[in-house]
């Protein structure tokens, strides 16, 4: 079982910045690649960017390539999500996510373990 609890979200102004953590808890946390998501009220759950078991895979969506980067300290059990150039429609709860496998993925349904996430409000 694995266990994950994210912190460092905030209310912030359009062009600040934040960065979340996730801490992990549970076996095999260097073998898992781990993914951060975004929901917005009243609408999906969104894929963020991901990362793959050894940090050096990564993947965002479109929207903040560029702007967020996501890494992990294996020793720590922790993956962050460093977040520049905020903007309003970055308003969300991110949520942290494993997977069981190594390999990234874009989709919540490839991911086994959910934290209950963090709020990130963006002010403009």
């Known amino acids: 079982q694995v266990q994950l609890v994210e912190s460092g979200g905030g209310l912030v102004q359009a062009g600040g910045s934040l960065r979340l953590s996730c801490a992990a808890s549970g076996r095999a946390f260097g073998s898992r690649a781990m993914g951060w998501f975004r929901q917005a009220p009243g609408k999906e759950r969104e894929f963020v960017a991901t990362i793959g078991w050894s940090g050096i895979t990564t993947y965002y969506v479109d929207s903040v390539r560029g702007r967020f980067t996501i890494s992990r300290d294996n020793a720590k059990n922790t993956v962050y999500l460093q977040m520049n150039s905020l903007k309003p429609e970055d308003t969300a709860v991110y949520l942290c996510?494993?997977?069981?496998?190594?390999?990234?993925?874009?989709?919540?349904?490839?991911?086994?373990?959910w934290g209950q996430g963090t709020q990130v409000t963006v002010s403009s």
């Open positions: 996510a494993a997977r069981r496998t190594s390999g990234i993925a874009t989709s919540g349904l490839d991911y086994d373990y």
